[in-house]
């Protein structure tokens, strides 16, 4: 969603490299440039204003005069102020400190409350609280049925005493009864979160409002979050507006980030509201949900990368122990099999597609082209050829023959040449984690010992034989003589640690040593 915000901030901070200081025309163009790429991203005007001010008066102070790298106290000073318009820090859910916490959801038709109340719903089961979902949207047609479908798939019961709207006969029904009815349902089941979905409008209007308000007076609400569509741009800072007079809420749930949006949406609500985004939803599966982060956000927008996030999914998707017994298995030559392989291959799976999970690494931007075109079915081919095999050709890739190869690209669908590279590369693979697992670093890299290639052992091997060669003796049998001699008494000399070869710390006789020595002719006269 942020990719031309994030381009065109790149593109400016290109510009800044290599100043050792910034000037005033400097300061002025870069502010210009962050304007263009605000305003680009559909953020609202009052937001541009603001946020270009506070950049160029802190661009101007002594903390970018006095820095040693200009250009990256800028992106320092961008980043925080970015994090300040996204609402500073994070806001968490308030949990009511007696009975079941009430959330209720509000906003357009459209915005995507009904799935994003399964998404919440499924991220509370995962904080350990025992949520239950309530069907009040009886106008839309089949919301309760899709309440109830998303209910079972999270494994969330769903509270739905009315049938609503469904398939466009009209059933009547009081959605103010059902909200009411949902809160002792609650305390007789013991569910600690009661999530409450409401009925959406194509517009703002007054019937909306005031069927929000009535829900929201019965149950009183210990949080009241507004979803808005992050890709419908200044319209829903409108829209924000309008809910929060009308109803009020205490924070903002955008859904749709993973759209193709400019994402002005997240840029201006913070700012214009005063309300915190609580969460944020980037995805149709049910899991595409969390916490929205303020810090992470900016770090997104710079090219930063979010590797706190990728952690964290990575905590809960990877199973420890399996993960453990792999690391040790990587510590034995031959140890790691393709079973362990599809094994962490399909752990990894459990994060996401791998264009999102790559983007959240630091400098991806400028491979962003390249992620866009990745082909996720990859995965599937692989994951069809390792499963053709049998057990032995996984536990050991090297017994897979000619006609073996042959029969796992039929039943697996694939031609010989795929399985061939799958197997190359997997033991180009191995070798290289199991060599890293001990401890020598990553192969080819030069100054690595113990590797192939630049500074590794075959190199240093080398030098250690050259250095080890002795020096050819002279053709010549006198001189070889005089060589021999004068080499054996070096060594003499070194043995007894004196560099006359005199053990017994007697008086030197320094002329007597020169000749010994077999000095050039009249060299004598410099020893005196």
Do not use: C
């Not at 210990?222 to 924070?251: H, N, P, S």
């Not at 979010?306 to 990877?318: H, S």
């Not at 599809?342 to 994060?351: D, E, F, S, V």
């Not at 080819?444 to 020096?471: D, E």
Request: charged share 25%; proline share 4%; net charge neutral.
């Amino acid at each position: 969603m942020f990719a031309t915000l994030s381009d065109r901030l790149a593109d400016t901070f290109k510009n800044l490299r290599g100043k050792g200081r910034l000037s005033e025309a400097d300061i002025d163009a870069t502010a210009r440039e962050i304007r263009i790429a605000l305003l680009e991203a559909d953020v609202a005007l009052p937001v541009v204003k603001e946020f270009v001010g506070a950049v160029k008066e802190r661009a101007r102070s002594e903390e970018v005069s006095g820095a040693l790298n200009p250009a990256q106290q800028i992106i320092k000073i961008v980043h925080e102020e970015l994090v300040t318009i996204l609402g500073g820090e994070t806001r968490r859910l308030r949990y009511a400190k007696s009975g079941p916490t009430v959330i209720m959801l509000a906003g357009l038709q459209g915005a995507g409350k009904t799935t994003l109340a399964a998404k919440l719903a499924l991220w509370l089961k995962e904080q350990d609280k025992t949520p239950m979902l309530v069907a009040a949207d009886l106008q839309r047609p089949n919301a309760v049925q899709q309440l109830q479908v998303n209910g079972e798939r999270v494994g969330v019961p769903v509270f739905a005493p009315e049938p609503g709207n469904a398939q466009g006969i009209e059933h009547g029904g009081d959605p103010v009864d059902v909200a009411r009815r949902s809160i002792e349902e609650a305390r007789r089941k013991l569910h600690d979160v009661v999530i409450i979905d409401t009925a959406g409008r194509l517009g703002v209007d007054e019937t909306l409002m005031q069927q929000a308000a009535d829900i929201r007076d019965a149950v009183q609400p210990d949080e009241v979050l507004f979803v808005v569509d992050a890709m419908i741009g200044q319209d829903a800072v409108t829209t924000a507006r309008a809910f929060l007079d009308g109803v009020g809420y205490d924070g903002v749930v955008l859904t749709k980030l993973d759209g193709d949006a400019r994402g002005g949406a997240a840029l201006s609500i913070r700012s214009l509201t005063g309300k915190p985004v609580m969460f944020a939803s980037s995805g149709e599966k049910m899991t595409d949900f969390d916490l929205f982060h303020p810090d992470r956000m900016a770090s997104r927008i710079l090219d930063m990368g979010d590797m706190l996030t990728l952690i964290e999914q990575a905590e809960k998707a990877f199973d420890s122990e399996q993960s453990l017994k792999a690391a040790e298995k990587l510590a034995t030559k031959g140890g790691f099999t393709l079973e362990d392989f599809l094994q962490q291959m399909m752990q990894i799976r459990k994060l996401g597609s791998m264009t999102k999970i790559m983007g959240m690494l630091p400098g991806m931007g400028q491979f962003r082209d390249q992620l866009e075109n990745f082909d996720e079915r990859e995965i599937d081919r692989i994951q069809a050829i390792i499963q053709s095999m049998t057990p032995a050709e996984r536990d050991n890739p090297k017994i897979i023959d000619g006609s073996r190869r042959a029969r796992i690209a039929k039943g697996s669908g694939r031609q010989v040449s795929d399985v061939n590279q799958l197997v190359d590369r997997f033991f180009e693979a191995r070798k290289m984690m199991e060599q890293m697992a001990r401890g020598g670093g990553v192969p080819g890299m030069p100054g690595m010992p113990g590797l192939p290639g630049a500074g590794g052992k075959r190199a240093g091997a080398k030098q250690q034989a050259k250095k080890g060669k002795s020096k050819r003796g002279s053709g010549n049998p006198a001189k070889a003589a005089q060589q021999k001699a004068a080499a054996e008494q070096a060594a003499a000399a070194e043995k007894a640690g004196n560099p006359f070869g005199n053990p017994d710390g007697a008086e030197v006789d320094y002329e007597k040593a020169a000749e010994q020595l077999n000095l050039p002719k009249d060299f004598s006269q410099f020893l005196k």
